[in-house]
Nanobody
């Protein structure tokens, strides 16, 4: 049974930092593209960052230069380091996994597995 569990969300002031974690079980990260998405109230789900099975990373325009995605294969963990946070980064953040040979899809419908989400709130 595949399970993705996010952690690390919370309340932070604008300009601050948070590090999100995604723990995966029931799958081997090396065979999957894994990504972070977010969804704010009243808005559509948004691609934040993704990393392919080969390690190539991709970022949404709104987070480039501020967020960094990484994976720790030995522990089957994925991380999202978020710096210079802005109020508009407030959302529920989800990790997702998609089994594929190459690339990192940015459309949520491509992903097979999802976590339950973790809330990030950035105050102004």
């Amino acid at each position: 049974q595949v399970q993705l569990v996010e952690s690390g969300g919370g309340l932070v002031q604008a300009g601050g930092s948070l590090r999100l974690s995604c723990a995966a079980s029931g799958l081997t990260f090396r065979r999957y593209a894994t990504s972070w998405f977010r969804q704010a109230p009243g808005k559509e789900r948004e691609f934040v960052a993704g990393i392919s099975w080969s390690g190539g990373s991709l970022y949404g325009d709104s987070v480039k230069g501020r967020f960094t995605i990484s994976r720790e294969y030995a522990k089957n963990m994925m991380y999202l380091q978020m710096n210079s946070l802005k109020p508009e980064d407030t959302a529920v953040y989800y990790c997702a996994a998609d089994q594929r040979d190459s690339g990192t899809p940015t459309a949520g419908r491509e992903y097979d597995y999802w976590g339950q989400g973790t809330q990030v709130t950035v105050s102004s």
